[in-house]
């Protein structure tokens, strides 16, 4: 079986990987010389993301975290994360991905820009060539995944992050649920021991300047370094992810935690289940729309409560709740990519309050019931 891989980011290389593992022969289409740049991502994931990707990950580890730390502004709240949350260096990552992919035989065409790809598996490139399957990864912004009318087509979140000379001498994440810094979205500050790296996202572009400097003002940051950014995808996933031998995965697809916009765990999950299905002997193209399909499944149910937590000031409160349990304190410990087990959490830790807090959280902004009550149904 002959699949072409387009796009040499996280994605395409992570596609490439498993299906190499899986012994199929790759052929990656990149249309820069280089793999990684520019840099947008902030680089954080689960210990179970090491784990998906191997060796490339746990060599490209510049930090590692136990907890993170939960900040509304007025109450700060720590969870244990299982397995620990890691700071990858994302340019390295990707360049050890690419050369680990051609060690296993990858066949690479770098400085190559797809031009078109068809679902009976035509790729034209200057050339064209026929393969089994296309796996589609070119970002968000990508025109192969547009031509097709394939893929993920909401407005994005715009996401910053600065990297800062400064050393705090903590070793912490805090993600900032602040409507001041950021209205529907959050901020999150990485203090490492060398530098911190910290950054907002906002729905409208032109809001992350002044968000920024509330932020650098709140948390006191300084000397900045420097500065990259892009498209966060939110969700939910495009209710199409394949369509004859063409499989939109990525950025391009929304396979992303709604939450977040975390691309590395679902791409890498769907990756995996594909690679597994292979090995059983299951067709590329039916092991690929199946793998789509079940993580595409998963991310829609976490959509709901995303949009619930972060619209309507959800998560603000539950912080507080949890805050006047037991400040600064871990107060229970979390799947770093299953964070809809916090509300639970909370509930656990003070039923009555929760109740209350989510009656009045009703009582101001009715048009939220709907939404809550479509996040907790099954
Ligand atoms: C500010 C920010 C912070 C983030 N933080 C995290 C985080 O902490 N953890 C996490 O898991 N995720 C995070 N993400 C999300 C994560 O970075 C993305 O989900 C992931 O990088 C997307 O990878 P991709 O390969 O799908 O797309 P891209 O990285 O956009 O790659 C697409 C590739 O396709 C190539 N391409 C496009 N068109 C063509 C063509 N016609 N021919 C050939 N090549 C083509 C491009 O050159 C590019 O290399 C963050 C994102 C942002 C913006």
Not at 166 to 187: A, H, Q
């Amino acid at each position: 079986m002959k699949v072409a891989v387009i796009g040499g980011g996280f994605s395409g290389l992570i596609f490439s990987l498993k299906l190499l593992e899986a012994g199929v022969d790759v052929t990656l289409f990149e249309e820069h010389e280089v793999v990684g740049y520019p840099p947008h991502c902030t680089g954080l994931v689960s210990r179970r993301v090491l784990g998906f990707i191997g060796a490339p990950a746990f060599k490209s580890i510049v930090s590692s975290f136990d907890s993170i730390t939960l900040s509304n502004g007025r109450s700060r709240v720590t969870l244990r994360v299982r397995g620990g949350v890691f700071k990858l260096e994302r340019v390295k990552l990707e360049r050890l991905m690419l050369e680990e992919a051609l060690s296993r035989g990858l066949k690479a065409f770098m400085g190559v820009a797809v031009k078109r790809v068809s679902p009976r598996g035509v790729v034209e490139y200057g050339d064209s060539r026929i393969f089994d399957s296309i796996v589609v990864a070119d970002g968000y912004h990508g025109l192969i995944h547009r031509s097709l009318g394939v893929g993920y087509f909401n407005p994005p979140v715009y996401g910053v992050n600065i990297e800062y000379g400064m050393v705090t001498g903590s070793r912490r994440v805090t993600v900032v649920f602040d409507s001041s810094i950021s209205r529907g979205f959050f901020s999150w500050l990485v203090e490492m021991d060398h530098g911190v790296l910290a950054g907002l996202g906002a729905r409208n572009p032109k809001l992350l300047a002044r968000g920024l400097r509330v932020l650098e003002g709140k948390f006191g940051l300084r000397h900045r370094m420097l500065a990259y950014g892009g498209p966060v995808i939110t969700g939910p996933p495009a209710e199409t992810l394949s369509i004859g031998r063409v499989h939109v995965v990525g950025d391009a697809g929304g396979l992303n935690k709604p939450l977040t916009g975390g691309g590395l765990y679902p791409n890498s999950l769907a990756a995996s289940l594909a690679k597994r299905m292979i090995l059983e002997g299951v067709d590329v193209n039916t092991a690929l729309s199946k793998s789509l399909n079940t993580v595409s499944s998963m991310l829609r149910k976490q959509y709901k409560l995303a949009k619930a937590i972060l619209e309507g000031g959800v998560i603000e409160r539950i912080l507080d709740l949890l805050a006047g349990e037991e400040v600064g304190e871990a107060v229970g410990s979390v799947d770093y990519d299953h964070y809809e087990e916090i509300p639970s959490l909370a509930v656990r830790r003070a039923f009555w309050k929760t109740v209350k807090i989510g009656v009045r959280t009703i009582v101001e902004n009715p048009a939220l019931l709907p939404r809550i009550a479509l996040a907790i149904l099954p």
